[in-house]
């Protein structure tokens, strides 16, 4: 298996722009995908794939990625965008999925 | 509307069993491959286990694997999640969800959860 590594907390100030990380081997070979999470929800998608929104999701939500490294940036960041984001891809075998340890974002 | 919906959730001592059940509405769920994912109290999330579209390949993560047993319906639109020797660790909120193979399998459809909580 692998392992995804995020910090575990970053901020920005309203109306800013943030860029959330995702480390780890299985990014080189396969897309991540991100995941925003308010306190007593469940998780919702906001970015798959090379860099794709589903429809509802704000475009001041974007994706990127570098070797082993996959990024979520927001760009105006707003006051809403206050959460828990995860990325989650799969492991070396192709076959289990893995989840990052999350990161806490705050608006300032 | 596309949906997913949890039961079965609840107190169980440690050692004891739960089956949960997760209904799909609104979309073809035999279509898709179906996942369980869980959030320890205060915690990060952590896939459990994963379901192809007609139960050919099963996956599990190592922290569940020989207790429990996922399973899928495809007439009654359901999955299942069997969870036998469960530990005070197992203890979350379990989630079901889609993985949709025209997004890159990312998971676009969650369901709302349902707690189980493992202790004396």
């Known amino acids: 298996s692998s392992e995804l590594t995020q910090d575990p907390a970053v901020s920005v100030a309203l109306g800013q722009t943030v860029r959330i990380t995702c480390q780890g081997d299985?990014?080189?070979?396969?897309?991540a995908s991100w995941y925003q999470q308010k306190p007593g929800q469940a998780p919702v998608l906001v970015i798959y794939g090379k860099n794709n929104r589903p429809s509802g999701i704000p475009d001041r939500f974007s994706g990127s990625s570098s070797g082993n490294t996959t990024s979520l940036t927001i760009t105006g960041a707003q006051a809403e965008d206050e959460a828990d984001y995860y990325c989650n891809s799969r492991d070396s075998s192709g076959n289990l999925v893995v989840f990052g340890g999350g990161t806490k974002l705050t608006v300032l | 509307e596309v949906q997913l919906v949890e039961s079965g959730g609840g107190l169980v001592k440690p050692g004891g069993s739960l089956r949960l059940s997760c209904a799909a509405s609104g979309f073809t769920f035999s279509n898709y491959f179906m996942n369980w994912v869980r959030q320890a109290p205060g915690k990060g999330l952590e896939w459990v286990s994963s379901i192809s579209s007609s139960s050919t390949y099963i996956y599990y993560a190592d922290s569940v694997k020989g207790r429990f047993t996922i399973s899928r319906d495809n007439a009654k639109n359901s999955l299942y999640l069997q969870m036998n020797s469960l530990r005070a660790e197992d203890t979350a909120v379990y989630y079901c969800?889609?993985?949709?193979?025209?997004?890159?399998?990312?998971?676009?459809?969650w369901g709302q959860g349902t707690l189980v909580t493992a202790s004396s």
């Open positions: 969800a889609r993985a949709n193979p025209l997004r890159d399998h990312a998971f676009d459809i």
């Open positions: 299985s990014i080189r070979r396969y897309y």
